[in-house]
């Protein structure tokens, strides 16, 4: 019976592994395929939905003392490794990086920002698993090795927050392991010495990327003030930022900022965008939770509660510079490391208690199981009606097509303006235009500005299309298109004096890259102006 009982176990414990290894590897492999942003939509798709499985069977098997450190360590091992490799291999050239960015490593994302987030998530759970090697010589390489793999892998993708962010958890690590004292402070001196080193680097090089993220943060502080309680609400950011952006360039007095000045649809700063979204009612919220982790771990304290210390200091860092919430292996590693922290809450509560939270576990994972793979199906037909209309094909299919999916996707910004598009190519500028001013109130940005001004003056809306021109300018001065609209728009119309104020200001307006696109406007503009 015992026998029995244990080879049950055993086999629980490989299934729920494999399971959490499933749900790791497809966090951070593509699947570009299959959606319209494969890159993204793919990887948090197909990782809540092996989530929803794995937690719902753990909730039905009773697996949940059997799942100890190495059942969630090993899953962000390999998960690490998968990155590693796949952007070694683009470093040497073996893959070639496909980006207009200049980027050398994305592994499997659309930005570096992904590989940092991944690494440095997944080194706690390394290091934790190495660290118990027995054999010392074996240790040692194993560090050396991952610690210079992925040190190498984030110089050379240029991301100094990845670095910052392993550096801090590399950091507490030798704090917390090493024995010797002499040894322990000489590591962490050194350690401290690269780490103000990065910080140094980040602070006076890519001085344009600074003053950019200074501009934003400038603007979330405008936002933060104008609703600092409650925020704006969960798509505050999104919703208004640019509209806000357009204010305080108009305001700012500065020429070096509107050049700076592009479409954003995140702060580069995770507290930033919780202040902006749920004001102060969000802050002090994860304030509280953060004190209250800490407290708990140092009542409690474990090698297993210290790597959860560890991967939530990292993801903490991450957050401070970067998008880490952008990528689903970050969302898997917190809550795993809340689940190591408070792991002896969870075994110390008793059975009924454990009953009801595996009934809730079970039957939320049930839920949003069906909810994703619904949402996927929808997904899935968004991007084959995309590949048929880019083809050109089917007009009528395609129509009808997004008609049907439009009750599905309608609070979807980047759905709506893809349908608006589609519509405004087949003639139709009365329903594009309705569906582009629902995308630019759900995400106000540069591009839906532009569509609507252009639809407004294919439809004869002259006071719209000017509206929407200026706007788009306003958001971001450093563009050309909306002008050179505007610069049509009066031509169209015979306003001479607003045609020719607008076309001196497109000839005299500085340029930061010096585009075929910006060539053409503006010898466009200039043989206009001659002729007049």
Same mark, same amino acid.
């Given at each position: 019976?015992?026998?029995?009982?244990?080879?049950?176990?055993?086999?629980?414990?490989?299934?729920? /592994? #494999?399971?959490?290894?499933?749900?790791?590897?497809?966090?951070?492999?593509?699947?570009?395929?299959?959606?319209?942003?494969?890159?993204?939509?793919?990887?948090?798709?197909?990782?809540?939905?092996?989530?929803?499985?794995?937690?719902?069977?753990?909730?039905?098997?009773?697996?949940?003392?059997?799942?100890?450190?190495?059942?969630?360590?090993?899953?962000?091992?390999?998960?690490?490794?998968?990155?590693?490799?796949?952007?070694?291999?683009?470093?040497?050239?073996?893959?070639?990086?496909?980006?207009?960015?200049?980027?050398?490593?994305?592994?499997?994302?659309?930005?570096?920002?992904?590989?940092?987030?991944?690494?440095?998530?997944?080194?706690?759970?390394?290091?934790? /698993?190495?660290?118990?090697?027995?054999?010392?010589?074996?240790?040692?390489?194993?560090?050396?090795?991952?610690?210079?793999?992925? #040190?190498?892998?984030?110089?050379?993708?240029?991301?100094?927050?990845?670095? /910052?962010?392993?550096?801090?958890?590399?950091?507490?690590?030798?704090?917390?392991?090493?024995?010797?004292?002499?040894?322990?402070?000489?590591?962490?001196?050194?350690?401290?010495?690269?780490?103000?080193?990065?910080?140094?680097?980040?602070?006076?090089?890519?001085?344009?990327?600074?003053?950019?993220?200074?501009?934003?943060?400038?603007?979330?502080?405008?936002?933060?003030?104008?609703?600092?309680?409650?925020?704006?609400?969960?798509?505050?950011?999104?919703?208004?930022?640019?509209?806000?952006?357009?204010?305080?360039?108009?305001?700012?007095?500065?020429?070096?900022?509107?050049?700076?000045?592009?479409?954003?649809?995140?702060?580069?700063?995770?507290?930033?965008?919780?202040?902006?979204?749920?004001?102060?009612?969000?802050?002090?919220?994860?304030?509280?939770?953060?004190?209250?982790?800490?407290?708990?771990?140092?009542?409690?304290?474990?090698?297993?509660?210290?790597?959860?210390?560890?991967?939530?200091?990292?993801?903490?860092? #991450?957050?401070?510079?970067?998008?880490?919430?952008?990528?689903?292996?970050?969302?898997?590693?917190?809550?795993?490391?809340?689940?190591?922290?408070?792991?002896?809450?969870?075994?110390?509560?008793?059975?009924?208690?454990?009953?009801?939270?595996?009934?809730?576990?079970?039957?939320?994972?049930?839920?949003?199981?069906?909810?994703?793979?619904?949402?996927?199906?929808?997904?899935?037909?968004?991007?084959?009606?995309?590949?048929?209309?880019?083809?050109?094909?089917?007009?009528?299919?395609?129509?009808?097509?997004?008609?049907?999916?439009?009750?599905?996707?309608?609070?979807?910004?980047?759905?709506?303006?893809?349908?608006?598009?589609?519509?405004?190519?087949?003639?139709?500028?009365?329903?594009?235009?309705?569906?582009?001013?629902?995308?630019?109130?759900?995400?106000?940005?540069?591009?839906?500005?532009?569509?609507?001004?252009?639809?407004?003056?294919?439809?004869?809306?002259?006071?719209?299309?000017?509206?929407?021109?200026?706007?788009?300018?306003?958001?971001?001065?450093?563009?050309?298109?909306?002008?050179?609209?505007?610069?049509?728009?009066?031509?169209?119309?015979?306003?001479?004096?607003?045609?020719?104020?607008?076309?001196?200001?497109?000839?005299?307006?500085?340029?930061?890259?010096?585009?075929?696109?910006?060539?053409?406007?503006?010898?466009?503009?200039?043989?206009?102006?001659?002729?007049?």
């Amino acid at each position: 019976m015992k026998s029995n009982l244990l080879k049950r176990n055993k086999q629980l414990y490989h299934v729920v /592994l #494999l399971l959490l290894v499933i749900t790791a590897t497809v966090g951070v492999i593509s699947y570009n395929n299959l959606f319209c942003d494969g890159q993204i939509i793919g990887k948090w798709i197909g990782l809540g939905v092996s989530l929803c499985i794995t937690t719902l069977f753990i909730a039905m098997t009773s697996t949940y003392e059997e799942c100890g450190f190495d059942i969630i360590a090993i899953p962000f091992l390999i998960a690490s490794i998968i990155v590693s490799i796949h952007s070694l291999l683009q470093i040497t050239g073996v893959i070639h990086v496909n980006t207009v960015n200049g980027y050398r490593v994305l592994a499997g994302f659309d930005n570096p920002a992904g590989v940092a987030a991944s690494l440095t998530v997944s080194l706690p759970f390394t290091l934790a /698993l190495i660290d118990k090697v027995k054999d010392r010589v074996i240790k040692n390489v194993a560090l050396s090795g991952t610690c210079g793999v992925v #040190l190498t892998i984030l110089v050379i993708a240029r991301s100094r927050v990845g670095i /910052l962010a392993s550096g801090i958890v590399l950091l507490l690590y030798v704090l917390h392991t090493l024995k010797d004292v002499k040894t322990r402070k000489i590591m962490a001196a050194l350690l401290s010495l690269i780490l103000l080193a990065v910080v140094v680097y980040m602070s006076f090089s890519k001085r344009g990327s600074n003053s950019g993220r200074a501009l934003i943060l400038g603007v979330c502080w405008d936002m933060f003030k104008d609703a600092p309680l409650f925020g704006h609400g969960l798509h505050g950011f999104r919703s208004q930022y640019m509209l806000y952006q357009a204010d305080y360039l108009e305001h700012c007095g500065s020429s070096v900022l509107p050049m700076l000045a592009d479409n954003t649809t995140h702060p580069l700063n995770e507290y930033a965008l919780l202040a902006v979204n749920f004001g102060v009612i969000g802050i002090a919220t994860l304030l509280i939770g953060i004190i209250m982790t800490i407290m708990h771990y140092f009542k409690n304290q474990s090698n297993e509660s210290f790597v959860g210390i560890m991967t939530i200091a990292g993801i903490g860092v #991450l957050s401070m510079f970067s998008y880490p919430f952008r990528y689903p292996l970050t969302l898997l590693g917190l809550l795993c490391a809340l689940l190591l922290v408070y792991k002896d809450v969870l075994l110390n509560l008793s059975r009924t208690t454990m009953i009801i939270i595996r009934s809730t576990t079970a039957t939320i994972s049930s839920l949003f199981l069906c909810l994703i793979i619904i949402w996927a199906h929808y997904q899935i037909q968004w991007k084959k009606l995309s590949v048929v209309s880019d083809n050109g094909n089917e007009t009528k299919a395609v129509l009808e097509g997004y008609d049907i999916l439009y009750p599905k996707l309608k609070n979807d910004p980047y759905f709506l303006y893809n349908y608006a598009y589609v519509l405004s190519e087949n003639g139709d500028c009365k329903k594009a235009g309705d569906m582009a001013i629902d995308s630019f109130g759900l995400m106000a940005n540069y591009d839906t500005a532009l569509l609507i001004a252009d639809n407004a003056k294919e439809c004869g809306d002259v006071d719209m299309a000017e509206e929407f021109y200026w706007v788009a300018s306003k958001m971001c001065p450093v563009r050309f298109m909306p002008l050179y609209g505007l610069f049509c728009l009066y031509k169209e119309l015979d306003r001479t004096d607003d045609m020719l104020e607008i076309g001196q200001t497109i000839l005299s307006k500085p340029v930061k890259i010096n585009s075929n696109e910006i060539r053409t406007i503006r010898s466009n503009v200039k043989q206009t102006l001659i002729k007049m």
